[in-house]
């Protein structure tokens, strides 16, 4: 059956985005909430982030992965958004990942502890380092390759690992300042 | 404590308790359609911008008829200075509306800042001779429009050079008071965010 080259375009964007949100809809989501806490703004980074792929699909070349791909798309449009809403300050900080966060009641009472602990640390963490340590922490523990950071960041991949590697090394000094991590 | 441990925090657990998105399949049809109008409603915002052209030129060209001599000359630049200007906010408009997410973060951040800043060098190189040809324009009609009540004499002409140019002043005055409420915060946070990629 002949489709006209523009119809046959259209159908490959409608199906190259159906694609792309299929098999990545957690990850954006998940993304969308690293950079922001309160419910409505991160709903609104993804539902803009959505926006953005389709907008842009077409430059999607294959080049790189489709994954690394959204990731560019959703850390730019999370950027976008931190830039637009002055009020939006607080970042992966506020209590809705914490009320997110699921102990299971079986847990021992000090593991349960223990975890609180872990992930109010990690809240205070991500409150005091830079937007742009944030993306990397968020792309990192998305365990995404140095190299594809690299693609998302567009530094080198040699920056990216000092980077991490200060990342690591604040946070791991900061747990051990912070009571040894007793709580 | 390493990173790696808070992996299970930032990604596992966050997974696993998160509520599910609205984009399920039944709801992805409705989406795409929805991304299809706004992406028409787009089209058309743009092709709004040819009508306009053209009305304005065609105003103004059977306009000019009218005139003589130094006066057509005059209504002449300030049409070529009008078309131009229309031309220039349509690239303007254009190159705000074509912002390229998918590019990596450095060069995202180096575009937004270009995008954001007030005038950048090409916009004056592009705006300081649009300018001149208007007030060149205007000069000319002010000039002979008076000549006839104020033969030899540049007063009248001395006098619209110094209202275009409070004119003009004010109107930078006024447009980058605008741009620093408005702007300007979102630029310190761009060069904010580009000095911590250290870019």
């Not at chain 1, 059956?1 to 990850?27: C, D, G, T, W």
């Not at chain 1, 506020?94 to 502890?113: G, Q, R, V």
């Not at chain 2, 065609?58 to 000019?64: E, H, L």
């Not at chain 2, 003009?168 to 630029?187: C, E, P, Q, R, T």
Request: hydrophobic share 40%; with cysteine; aromatic share 12%.
């Amino acid at each position: 059956m002949y489709l006209n080259p523009v119809i046959q375009n259209k159908m490959s964007k409608e199906h190259l985005f159906r694609q792309a949100i299929q098999e990545n809809e957690n990850k954006i989501f998940r993304i969308c909430r690293y950079y922001f806490t309160d419910k409505d703004d991160y709903n609104d980074a993804f539902q803009e982030s959505l926006i953005r792929i389709w907008q842009n699909i077409d430059s999607f070349r294959n080049e790189s992965k489709m994954s690394t791909w959204i990731f560019r798309v959703v850390a730019n449009t999370c950027l976008s958004g931190l830039r637009r809403d002055k009020k939006r300050k607080e970042l992966i900080t506020s209590t809705t990942i914490l009320e997110n966060i699921h102990i299971p009641d079986a847990e021992p009472i000090e593991e349960d502890h223990h975890a609180e602990h872990k992930l109010e640390f990690f809240r205070r963490f991500m409150q005091h380092i830079s937007v742009v340590d944030r993306m990397l922490v968020s792309l990192y523990l998305e365990e995404l390759s140095t190299k594809e950071m690299a693609e998302v960041t567009g530094l080198s991949e040699s920056n990216v690992r000092v980077k991490i590697h200060r990342i690591k090394e604040q946070i791991k000094k900061e747990w051990e300042e912070n009571d040894n991590g007793i709580g | 404590m390493e990173l790696d441990d808070f992996k299970n925090i930032g990604n596992e657990e966050i997974i696993s308790n998160t509520e599910p998105t609205e984009l399920k399949p039944k709801n992805m049809e409705s989406f795409i359609e929805e991304l299809k109008t706004k992406d028409a409603s787009e089209r058309k915002k743009t092709l709004i911008f040819i009508p306009i052209f053209f009305v304005f030129i065609g105003v103004y060209s059977a306009s000019i008829t009218l005139y003589k001599g130094g006066m057509r000359t005059g209504y002449a630049l300030l049409i070529l200075g009008f078309s131009l200007i229309l031309v220039y906010i349509f690239w303007r408009f254009r190159r705000l509306k074509d912002i390229n997410y998918s590019a990596p973060t450095t060069i995202f951040l180096r575009d937004a800042e270009r995008r954001h800043m007030f005038m950048t060098t090409l916009d004056w190189l592009i705006t300081i001779p649009l300018l001149a040809l208007l007030v060149t324009g205007g000069s000319f009609i002010v000039y002979f429009s008076f000549l006839r009540y104020f033969p030899g004499t540049y007063v009248p002409l001395l006098i619209y050079l110094c209202i275009m140019a409070c004119a003009i002043g004010v109107g930078f005055w006024a447009s980058h008071k605008d741009w620093v409420k408005n702007k300007g915060w979102i630029l310190t946070r761009i060069r904010q965010m580009k000095e911590e990629l250290g870019i």
